[in-house]
């Protein structure tokens, strides 16, 4: 069964270091997309990063990084130099195309940042 | 510029009444989804519609009727209103030409609560 696992209910990090949300997947398909979502206390999901199945790099915007290993099927999200303003819930997320794109979100992982 | 709007932002109701949310995106996109978030953040797609046509419909009751006027909108009915219905709905819309790179967008949810 296709899915998406974030083992981590809850996270701490410390102002100014870097953070390492999980995120794991099952699929068999070849094709798909791997996306981190942040959802702030105010409720909006706000795209934050993606990678394509067959990229081979990983995707890197701005303090956000994806450390994509496609053998071992994870996609973690790693923030650098973590501010306050990053405590939030973080989603991973998958697209498959089932006849339609339909994504698969993990259950999330709380970031707490502490100054 | 809202890139995709929802109203009402709030819905407050009894339970057995009929409501409705919508949607509309100014992205130019052909592919608008709706999700349901349940009260443990857990988000699942309930509805795709692509160029106005019913793609994925996720096993969703039948009292929910998502309607498509054309590609930049997406409403949903919703007849009967049941106590597990509160919940945060969240519309995205997306281009879906490619899966690997198909970043959705969302709009800022509607928290239903059904009393």
């Known amino acids: 069964a296709q899915k998406i696992t974030q083992t981590q209910p809850g996270m701490f990090v410390q102002e100014k270091e870097a953070v390492t949300l999980d995120c794991t997947y099952d699929?068999?398909?070849?094709?798909?997309?791997l996306f981190w979502y942040k959802q702030p206390s105010s409720g909006e999901m706000i795209f934050l990063i993606y990678?394509?199945?067959?990229?081979?790099q990983n995707a890197t915007e701005g303090r956000y990084s994806l450390n994509f290993q496609k053998a071992r099927k994870s996609a973690n999200l790693v923030i650098s130099a973590s501010q306050l303003g990053d405590s939030a819930m973080y989603f991973c997320a998958m697209i498959r195309n089932t006849g339609g794109f339909k994504t698969i979100f993990g259950a999330g992982t709380r970031l707490f940042v502490k100054a | 510029d809202t890139a995709v709007s929802q109203t009402p932002k709030y819905l407050v109701t009894q339970m057995g009444n009929d409501k409705s949310i919508k949607c509309e995106q100014n992205?130019?996109?052909?592919?608008m989804y709706w999700y349901k978030q349940d009260s443990k953040k857990f988000l699942k797609i309930m509805f795709s519609?692509?160029?106005?046509?019913?793609?994925i419909n996720e096993t969703v009751p039948n009292r929910f009727s998502p309607k498509s006027p054309d590609k930049a909108h997406l409403n949903l009915h919703i007849n009967s209103l049941e106590l597990g219905d509160s919940a945060v709905y969240f519309c995205?819309?997306?281009?879906?030409?490619?899966?690997?790179?198909?970043?959705?967008?969302f709009g800022p949810g509607t928290r239903l609560t059904v009393l």
């Open positions: 990678q394509g199945s067959y990229d081979e």
């Open positions: 995205a819309s997306s281009l879906a030409r490619q899966v690997s790179t198909d970043t959705q967008y």
């Open positions: 519609y692509n160029n106005k046509e019913l793609i």
């Open positions: 699929t068999s398909d070849q094709s798909y997309g």
């Open positions: 992205l130019g996109h052909d592919t």
